[in-house]
């Protein structure tokens, strides 16, 4: 992330261990508020669950580890993609729509 992130703490963890933590809190995070949804965090922050699973795999298989895109979506969603999507997932809003594909037309995308 950063060079000068310093590679251990005063605990003994280093970088990718804090990391790892970060992560995981992040993941919780996400699944603890469900009612936001892809599309909102799409519009606000340029990424969404689906992006992080994407990485996810991205990472495994940069480390040897394959993973395909449902089980990487499993992992972030904790649950099957599907599942959420009937339980969760909301139909986007015409003002949603409208945000999103101006936010994907002024990026360079990902």
């Known amino acids: 992330m950063t060079e000068d992130f310093p590679k251990h703490s005063p605990q003994g963890g280093g970088q ?18 469900k009612d936001v949804q892809n599309i909102d965090l799409m519009n606000l922050a340029g990424f969404c669950r689906n992006c992080l699973s994407k990485w996810y795999a991205q990472a495994s298989s940069e480390a040897g580890v394959e993973l395909d895109k449902d089980a990487a979506r499993e992992i972030i969603y904790g649950m099957p ?20 594909a101006a936010q994907q037309a002024g990026s360079s995308g990902e």
């Open 16 to 33: 990718e261990a804090i990391e790892a933590a970060v992560f995981r809190r992040l993941v919780q995070h996400l699944d603890s508020r």
């Open 81 to 100: 993609y599907d599942e959420w999507k009937m339980r969760y997932q909301l139909e986007a809003t015409p003002e949603q729509q409208a945000a999103f």
